[in-house]
């Protein structure tokens, strides 16, 4: 019966290889059409690997931890084998394809290619948790029976707390060590938050070395690569969005009563957003090489914190297809399912132009950096009350108005700050423009 080729898929635009997670099933497991097999992680989220057979698992080629790239073999499947066939994998087939030969993950339920089949009753034990139960000097097997994992589960940092605190009470130091084990390094109390005398201090208990996580990695490399391959400028601009603030209190009940969802700020802004790139389709472009591809499509990325202050952009494909009440119903979507880890791949790709809602934090205003390849990015910052000069018939007057600071950081390679300033321009003008007695 032949060996079928299972390949990491294609997960979405600029998304080249993803990390092994786990496997769900094991070696000799009967699978079937569209059955996960595998968890992988991407820079932009975490997913899965679906069979794309009925058959039985027959050789794992990318152990957990590895990364292989979008199309390399990760395993084998033999077709048309019957549930529990236990006929062996066919040596020329299988040593005819390039296997791995990173080192496995510790404790891996896969076994080598010549050894028999032997499941371990250990769960995994990802690397950054790993490097703490050493930190802290926990004895594995002693962690693994408390936790009562088995193989297939994954030990977590909630474990190790959990161990800490119930087994090992009296060990103030190990206490001390797993909070700031798992958490971002902290200057310890007492000490000068800089150095005297121009001297570092040489104390290990000064600093608490700490592995960043996975997402954290891309999302520095990504930054990086923005701050050192695009040339930022940034323009500010202030808008009196008043009638845009007060329509959406008086039309916010009454929109979720008919469209079943949430209206807030954010969809008006999108909405605006939409129409200053239909006028001014050069800030909706990227940059290859020498060639400017000026992009037909509106795909906007939202810049989304997660639960655990990491970061994600979602993205409202073909936004420039949608009503308000679309826009309302993609954001809230996407919102909802990237803070509880339910977006797929594809929907955190692609973006032609992002923006960043820094105002939901209390900033005023910031200098965003540009999501490569993308040409611009747009911060928003908070609503505040102001003091504010309006026009009126019978000349200018000082009222009490909603204020909002933009920030537009755009590629100074292919938009200049006439273009630039004219898409804020045009925001402004679109904001303050809006129809206080419109419709929903």
Known sequence: MPLNKVVLPALGEGITDATIIRWLVEEGDAVSVDQPLAEIATDKVDSEVYSPYDGILKKIIALPGEVPKVGDIIAYIQVGAEMGSTAPVAPAVVESQPI????????????????????TEEPFIPPFVRTVIQRLQ?????????????????????DIEKY???????????????????????????????????EMSTSPEDVEKVPLPRIRKKIAEHMLISSKTIPHVTS????????????????????????????????????????????????NVSLEGDTLLIKKNIHIGMATVLPDGNLIVPVIKHADKLNLSGIAQAVNDLSERARNYNLKPHEATGSTFSFTNIGIFGSLSGTP?????????????????????????????????????????????????????????????????????RPI
């Open 164 to 198: 800490v605190e119930e087994q090992l009470p009296f060990v103030e130091k190990k206490k001390h060590k797993v909070s700031t084990a798992l958490a971002s390094p902290t200057i310890v109390p007492g000490e000068p938050a800089f150095p005297v005398n121009g």
């Open 236 to 283: 500010f601009i202030e808008v009196d969005v008043t009638p845009l603030v007060e329509w959406r209190e008086q039309k916010k009940d009454e929109f979720q009563r008919k469209y079943g969802t949430k209206l807030t700020l954010t969809h008006l802004f999108v909405e605006a957003i939409v129409a200053a790139l239909k006028k001014y389709p050069q800030v």
């Open 369 to 437: 950096l540009i999501n490569v390849p993308e040409a611009a990015i747009l911060g928003i910052g908070a609503v505040t009350k102001k003091p504010w000069a309006v026009k009126t018939t019978e000349g200018y007057a000082l009222g009490l108005r909603d204020i909002i600071m933009l920030s537009l950081a755009y590629d100074h390679r292919i938009i200049d700050g006439s273009l630039g300033g004219l898409f804020l321009k045009f925001l402004k003008d679109y904001l303050e423009a809006f129809d206080a007695s």
């Open 100 to 119: 791995s030969q990173k080192t496995a993950a510790p404790r891996s339920t896969v076994q080598a290619p010549s050894s028999p089949q032997v499941v």
């Open 138 to 158: 926990i004895d594995e097997k002693d962690l693994i029976q408390f936790t009562g994992k088995k193989a297939g589960q994954t030990l977590d940092k909630e």
